[in-house]
């Protein structure tokens, strides 16, 4: 079955203080890795899709790394604004759904 | 560009009673996907629409639930009669196709949910 477990479920971090979270996933045939960010009362916002083992993503403070059975989202002096929810999803090769995370509450304090 | 929008944002009905949530997806985007989120537990996929044809409805929960697509563009999901444990924020989804280049795939881009609650 397929499956994604995120880590920690809420992270809390002073403003500057670099830090990453995990994403494990099982996937029978993996098309595509998804990071989402969603702000509260707010549907998922896009960060970025991996596709395969060693690829790596960067936006701003974020950069998102993929293995072949987890992915990191790492965050570099993160700020206040930063904070939110990221979902981790995958996408198997058999379909075009998304496999979701719970989540990582991140909450970066000034 | 306007982004998936969803109608209402919120509604409150009794147990018992129907309810229609709308998406309008991004213009151009023939896949259009509902997915469920309900307390506590991650978001779900619910199904998945190509133009006016279901492509995949393996999770919809049960009959109650009825999604359509008339026309190709903006979609429904009815709810009836609704249940308590139907309760959750509903997400809608679009992407412009499935797959692009070999192996790869197009982002599906969300709305702001509809939350559900059933008393």
């Known amino acids: 079955e397929d499956q994604v477990t995120q880590s920690p479920e809420a992270l809390r971090l002073q403003e500057g203080e670099s830090s990453s979270l995990n994403c494990s996933y099982t996937?029978?045939?993996?098309?595509?890795l998804f990071w989402y960010r969603q702000d509260p009362g707010k549907g998922p916002e896009f960060l970025f899709t991996?596709?395969?083992a060693g690829e790596e993503k960067e936006k701003e403070r974020l950069k998102a790394t993929l293995t072949k059975k987890e992915s990191f989202l790492h965050i570099t002096a993160p700020k206040p604004e930063d904070s939110a929810t990221y979902l981790c999803?995958?996408?198997?090769?058999?379909?075009?759904?998304?496999?979701f995370g719970k989540g990582t509450t991140l909450s970066v304090s000034s | 560009e306007a982004g998936v929008t969803q109608f209402p944002s919120h509604s409150v009905i009794e147990k018992g009673q129907t309810v229609t949530l709308r998406c309008d997806p991004i213009?151009?985007?023939?896949?259009l996907y509902w997915y469920r989120r309900v307390m506590g537990k991650e978001i779900k996929f619910l199904l998945h629409?190509?133009?006016?044809?279901?492509?995949?409805e393996s999770g919809m929960p049960n009959n109650r639930f009825l999604a359509e697509r008339t026309g190709g563009t903006y979609s429904t999901l009815k709810v009836q009669p609704a249940e308590l444990e139907d309760s959750g924020v509903y997400f809608c989804?679009?992407?412009?196709?499935?797959?692009?280049?070999?192996?790869?795939?197009?982002?599906?881009?969300f709305g702001p949910g509809t939350r559900l609650t059933v008393l």
């Open positions: 991996l596709y395969s």
């Open positions: 996937v029978s045939g993996l098309r595509g």
């Open positions: 999803a995958v996408q198997s090769r058999a379909g075009t759904a998304l496999i």
């Open positions: 213009s151009g985007h023939d896949n």
């Open positions: 629409f190509v133009k006016e044809s279901k492509q995949d």
């Open positions: 989804a679009s992407s412009l196709a499935t797959s692009g280049r070999a192996g790869r795939t197009d982002t599906q881009y």
